[in-house]
Nanobody, 129 residues
Framework: QVQLEESGGGSVQAGESLRLSCAAS????????VGWFRQGSGHERLFVAA????????NYADSARGRFTVSVDNAKKTVYLQMNSLKPEDTAVYYC??????????????????????WGQGTQVTVSS
């Protein structure tokens, strides 16, 4: 199975940046895609961004596009989420998730939390105005 661990969260002021990391480990770290979700004041984990394991396919929520960048370093088995121009609305617990079965429609499937098989425990991001 795949184990995931997020890091890099913290407290910043609006307009500042943070870089989140999602490190994969385990006997088999097989993943076809890694997604980032966030859970704010509500109870639902909402899609933020996703990247295929080869780094060629990326998907962003409208709220993230242009400000956030997702990338993958296969040598380090780590996926990153660079978050720039942060807003108070970005305050949430951020989770990374791995899809291990294979997706045939990347852009469509990666936005759905139920498509993912493994989840990290989350890292808190707080943006003050």
């Amino acid at each position: 199975q795949v184990q995931l661990e997020e890091s890099g969260g913290g407290s910043v002021q609006a307009g500042e940046s943070l870089r989140l990391s999602c490190a994969a480990s385990g006997r088999s770290s097989r993943a076809y895609a890694v997604g980032w979700f966030r859970q704010g004041s509500g109870h639902e984990r909402l899609f933020v961004a996703a990247v295929s394991s080869n780094g060629r396919n990326k998907n962003y929520a409208d709220s993230a596009r242009g400000r956030f960048t997702v990338s993958v370093d296969n040598a380090k088995k780590t996926v990153y989420l660079q978050m720039n121009s942060l807003k108070p609305e970005d305050t949430a617990v951020y989770y990374c998730a791995a899809e291990a079965r294979g997706l045939v429609q990347f852009d469509l499937c990666t936005v759905h939390a139920f498509e993912y098989d493994y989840w990290g425990q989350g890292t808190q991001v707080t943006v003050s105005s």
